[in-house]
Nanobody, 126 residues
């Protein structure tokens, strides 16, 4: 059984930084697209960043609003991937979900069998 377990998140002032982690069990993360989505109150879920599988060139995508501020990385030895979020803004406030098995791109597209982490609240407020 494949599971994604998130850690990180919290509350930070504007301009601050946070890092989210997502540990994958039950499969090797390099074989599938992985990434992060977020959902703010009253808004639709949106793709934040993703990495294609290594067999598909491992291309990384970012939604325009986070380019230059967020970095998605993975540690294959730990089967864990990360979202480093810098220069956070109040509009980044949302529940962030890690995911695997979706169409990675700009924008990303969720599939019926997409696997999700449990979600992590990120709040940016002064």
């Amino acid at each position: 059984q494949v599971q994604l377990v998130e850690s990180g998140g919290g509350m930070v002032q504007p301009g601050g930084s946070l890092r989210l982690s997502c540990t994958v069990s039950g499969r090797f993360l390099d074989y599938y697209p992985i990434g992060w989505f977020r959902q703010a109150p009253g808004k639709e879920r949106e793709g934040v960043s993703c990495i294609e599988s290594k067999s598909n060139d491992g291309t990384t995508y970012y939604t325009n609003s986070v380019k230059g501020r967020f970095i998605l990385s993975r540690d294959s030895a730990k089967n864990t991937f990360y979202l480093q979020m810098d220069a956070l803004k109040p509009e980044d406030t949302a529940v962030y979900y890690c995911a695997s098995e979706f169409v990675c791109g700009s924008p990303s597209r969720v599939l019926p069998y997409t696997i999700w982490g449990q979600g992590a609240q990120v709040t940016v407020s002064s």
